[in-house]
């Protein structure tokens, strides 16, 4: 009877829970995609190679977003996005964050990409031997006139005492002629992408190079990182957690040297003018650069070396007043 | 009174800078995207000096890669007249040249002439080059038969005097064509400064992009407009007394 | 002084229809005659194969005795930068110079010399282009509606004149006037349409020079000929 009765009542009872539960879950399971945007810094290269991870290696997806990863440029500002509406996420150097806070823009810093800024000096150590700071009274200098290699080398003269009149600050393009002339003793380039594509050419004509990193000299200038807004962080905190969780975990993956080829492979496949011999040398020099040791927690913030940025551009009144740089660093990852 | 050129490029200015405020305001954006009234007017009084004399360096350069133009516009386009094989060469040459993008040829160019006051030059005279040999080429290859007829028939015609027929019979056309070419020489200088120089405005624009500062380029761009207003009110004005002076010999 | 035409053929570039199909005629000498037709008829046409403008065309065209041919038209202008009086003292040959004034002052000019081509009116625009040619040398004349937009009187006292100070020289006026073609012409070349056999026919014209009596019987049957034989 009681058997009956499990069978007349239970049975139906516990089918329906079960197919309830099955109901919760399969909504989960199948539930659109959120879709964001996420505007790169530049265009797809090395140094987005774990966004492009995360968004190949179905990342994203896995945490129920649909990420349209756009490549920057020269002309794209992701703040400026950010402020419109047309992305939700972007990807910033420090010094355009604190420009940008410093005129009102209400955006935070939610993971920092490059531990070390990629803006070195290339240079002929035979030709200009560079040992200590002070070598470089008496050289030209390359820097972008309104460019962060120009504030990052004002910082560096500044805190050695070397008068700008000690040196000879050279304007830079694109094109490096003139470093390659001997015209100019140190030439600015991103340690990760440009260096060995300009290394092979220097070793080709037979001449040795060596970098100048500036923060080896205690010029600690941020690069890139990524961005959202105020108001994205307090209404989608948890879209935000989900993005900066598969976002963080790419580039974990990406630099993981266990994933190296496919990571190269990636690189490739979405930039097919690099030759894979110059990505197979970016892809360590990257590595340095974003994870300084190998159980190092990537993304994160380092809120002294913000700090040391605001300094230096307030020093160089890039911004007018302090903008308390920390109160932007919102450290999603942990 | 203002001259129509400047009053017109005043109301294009202004009714642009009042979309981006409307825009600014409605969509309560921040100082970086898109400046207030107080950074614009700082930017203003700190940059006007310095910008003013960026632009007028850029527009000496421009007159004088415009100037070169024109002139080699004219000796091709008399050489591209003469025979059927010359002209086709040159317009297609010229078209085709033309079609490249600035930004492509100038690391060539800045090789070869570093990035001195020749490359800014080149560059200039470049983009407003070509549409004013195909316009001469045009205008000096088209027959005037009711006037050429008497000159062919009695063996007078000279190629001198071919060229002047065509030029005073089109001289309206000519004008304008040097006048339009002027802005191209004004873009043409602004573009090749973007790109390497490390004088004029251009240069500025780019500093100001680097560091997002729209206010720089909105002081920058108001002096730009306005200057090239005024040289081409002054193109016009010589324009009118070159018709004037042939319109009385 | 005579041009003769022997079997010419003729077809426009591009197109399929003959506009001139073993055309043969002849003007057999000196003194003011009329190419006269239908519209389209390809009078123009011909006359630029005479002037020599025009040379792909098969047949034979011979000139004798007229080393020097000059084909005028209405629509000529003169170039903007000068003056009538400062082209025509630039364009005429120093021999004459003298003959000048004379065409100024009977094709009624004085007023106009000091004017640009672009102020006169159309009639004296025609007989400032007219004069022009006349002061060159040459032994054919073409004059293709020369004096279009030209009042009756004066074009009257114009044709008499070319007729009175060029006696020696051959003109072929192109007008589509038949009773003034008829009165002022000698040989009146019709030009008939292609398919018409022969495609030209040569009439007399009553060649009026001003000092003999003008027969209106005369003139009459000579416009009914014309008329007919186009």
Redesign the interface.
């Known amino acids: 009877m009681q058997r009956q009765l499990f069978h007349q009542i239970g049975l139906p009872t516990v089918g329906m829970i079960l197919i309830l539960s099955l109901a919760g879950c399969a909504p989960e399971a199948d539930k659109p995609l959120e879709e964001v945007n996420y505007r790169l810094k530049w265009l797809y290269n090395i140094s987005v190679v774990g966004d492009l991870y995360a968004l190949d290696s179905g990342l994203f997806a896995k945490h129920g977003l649909a990420v349209n990863v756009k490549p920057g440029g020269p002309e794209k500002d992701a703040i400026k996005e950010l402020e419109l509406g047309h992305a939700q996420f972007g990807v910033a150097s420090a010094d355009q964050v604190i420009r940008a806070v410093s005129k009102g823009s209400p955006i935070v810093v939610i993971a920092q990409l490059f531990q070390t800024n990629p803006m070195h000096w290339i240079f002929r150590p035979d030709k200009t031997p560079l040992k200590t700071p002070q070598d470089l009274k008496g050289k030209t200098i390359g820097i972008t006139h309104g460019g962060n290699d120009e504030t990052i080398m004002r910082a560096l003269l500044a805190k050695y005492g070397i008068q700008e009149s000690a040196v000879t600050l050279f304007s830079v393009r694109y094109d490096y002629t003139p470093f390659y002339q001997g015209k100019v003793d140190l030439w600015p380039l991103y340690r990760n992408a440009q260096a060995p594509i300009i290394g092979v050419k220097l070793q080709k004509a037979g001449e040795r190079f060596d970098l100048m990193d500036p923060s080896k000299m205690g010029i600690r200038f941020v690069a890139n990182s990524v961005v959202t807004t105020r108001k994205m962080l307090e209404e989608r905190r948890e879209t935000v957690h989900r993005f900066i969780k598969a976002l963080l975990q790419g580039w974990r993956e990406a630099l993981n040297p266990a994933n190296k080829e496919k990571a190269i492979a990636l690189v490739l496949k979405y930039n097919k003018e690099t030759p894979e011999e110059i990505v197979r040398q970016q892809l360590p020099a990257t590595r340095i650069l974003m994870m300084p040791s190998a159980d190092f927690e990537f993304g994160t913030i380092d809120a002294a070396a913000w700090q040391q940025t605001e300094e230096i551009m307030l020093a160089q009144k890039l911004i007018p007043v302090r903008v308390y740089v920390e109160k932007l660093l919102k450290p999603i990852g942990k | 009174m203002l001259h129509r050129r400047i009053y017109q490029f005043l109301m294009i200015y202004f009714t642009g800078f009042a979309a981006l405020m409307l825009v600014k305001y409605s969509l309560d954006l921040s100082d970086y995207v898109i400046p207030g009234f107080s950074e614009i007017w700082s930017a203003c009084r700190r940059y006007f000096g310095l910008y003013l004399l960026a632009v007028l360096n850029t527009l000496s350069i421009a007159i004088l890669g415009h100037v070169l133009s024109i002139c080699m516009a004219t000796v091709v386009g008399i050489i591209g007249r003469l025979t059927i094989w010359i002209g086709s060469f040159i317009r297609v040459a010229a078209y085709n040249i033309q079609a490249y993008p600035i930004v492509a040829v100038a690391p060539i160019i800045f090789i070869l002439l570093g990035d001195g006051l020749s490359s800014r030059l080149l560059i200039a005279a470049m983009i407003c080059y070509f549409p004013l040999l195909l316009s001469i080429i045009g205008i000096l290859s088209e027959p005037v038969s009711e006037i050429e007829h008497f000159f062919e028939s009695t063996h007078r015609m000279k190629w001198q005097l071919q060229v002047k027929i065509r030029a005073f019979e089109n001289i309206h056309k000519l004008m304008t064509v040097i006048v339009g070419s002027a802005t191209l020489a004004m873009v043409g200088t602004i573009v090749a400064e973007f790109i390497a120089a490390n004088a004029g405005i251009g240069y500025s624009i780019r500093i100001a992009l680097y560091q997002s500062d729209l206010a720089k380029i909105l002081v920058a761009l108001f002096l730009i407009g306005i200057c090239t207003s005024i040289y081409l009110v002054f193109l016009e004005w010589l324009g009118g007394i070159i018709k004037e002076r042939i319109g009385s010999i | 002084m005579r041009f003769e035409i022997n079997e010419l053929n003729y077809t426009y570039p591009g197109s399929v229809r003959n506009v001139f199909q073993q055309l043969s005629c002849q003007v057999t000498e000196p003194g003011f005659h009329a190419l006269f037709g239908p519209s389209g008829v390809g009078k123009t046409t011909l006359a630029k194969m005479i002037?020599g403008?025009i040379n792909e065309f098969s047949g034979e065209i011979r000139l004798h005795q007229m080393n020097h041919v000059?084909?005028?038209?209405n629509?000529?202008?003169?170039?903007?930068?000068?003056s009538v009086l400062d082209h025509l003292a630039q364009?005429t040959p120093a021999s004459n110079k003298q003959r000048m004034q004379e065409l100024v002052d009977s094709f009624g000019l004085e007023t106009c010399l000091n004017s640009r081509f672009v102020q006169l009116s159309l009639g004296q625009q025609n007989r400032t282009?007219l004069t022009?040619?006349l002061l060159?040398d040459f032994d054919l004349l073409i004059m293709d509606e020369s004096l279009a937009n030209v009042d009756e009187s004066t074009k009257e006292k114009i044709i008499l004149k070319i007729k009175a100070l060029y006696p020696e020289r051959c003109f072929l006026y192109i007008s589509h006037n038949v009773a003034e073609v008829s009165k002022f012409c000698k040989q009146i070349l019709v030009l008939r349409s292609h398919h018409k056999d022969p495609q030209a026919v040569l009439l007399q014209g009553q060649d009026f020079n001003g000092r003999q009596s003008l027969k209106v019987r005369d003139l009459e049957q000579c416009m009914l000929e014309i008329v007919n034989a186009a």
């Open positions: 002037a403008t000059l084909y005028t038209y629509l000529e202008r003169l170039p903007g930068w000068s364009i282009n022009r040619y060159q």
